[in-house]
């Protein structure tokens, strides 16, 4: 059984890059009245550890604020590579920020997760505001931030 | 269940404040000076100094350097000493006219630098 286990693994393994394909995904961030001015966000990618893997999204335009995106800034060593493309607007208090991306399906199911770190100007950074895992069992599924996240869902295609 | 990595990375969450807090000041509130010897400071060395704040246990200055480049910069709030710097010429409040650093982030430049991500093509992204 282990070995099967194992073979399947592997082969699973070998064969997801070759059938590399693209999955839309739609990330739901709602904020809470916090009441202060608009928030800086990141949504990026680690793995169970909470090791960096990727960025998705960085709302909030200027880049010398970055590093209070804290656990997002460590990962990518704030390299504009990692997020290049990937930015925008900062969102105000109680909105809602939906990102549509396309995103490589080996990344589903594989023990990723979706983190959200935020910011807001003089008050307090929230590391991992919310940790979703990617999967597709949690597509559809609200989650409550822990900052100025009221909540997080995200939806698979 | 190897529960290891997660009480490893649940730790890692709880001690990060301080430990990862890179640049932050941690100067004991009891031996800060007052910021308007900074003021003095910087002042006397050339500065015009607009506005001091305290911002992660830093003294936070804006205002313009010797060479007259609009900056901000960090300092110690014990010692003075200098945390960081930097120039405000990517800051599209005052100098929209170059517009440089605010193009870099349109859409229609996505495809011109190389990424490296997980992320294809361009997202679509609305506030509500």
Redesign the interface.
Known sequence: MKKFLFALGLTTAMALPAYAQAREVTFTTQLSDYGGDGAYLALYLTDDDGKYHGTLWIAGEKSKYYKHLRDWARGSGLSQAEYDGLTGASVTSGRTLKVTLELEDALIDSGYQVRVDTSVEDMRDNRADVVAPLTTEGSGKTVSGRGYVHSFVYTLK | MNIK?IV??LS??LV?GSA??D?DCDDPVAGWQPRENLRKQLEAEGWTVFRIKV?DGCYEVKGRDPNGDRV?AEYSPATFELMEI?RED???DDDDHRGK??N??E?T???R????????????????
């Not at chain 2, 630098?113 to 509500?128: H, L």
């Open positions: 990595p490893i990375s890692l969450l990060g990862f807090a640049d911002d901000e930097e990517d800051d599209d650093s605010r870099d982030s859409p430049n996505a495809e630098v190389p990424r490296k991500g997980i992320v294809k093509g361009r997202p679509s992204v609305t506030v509500e």
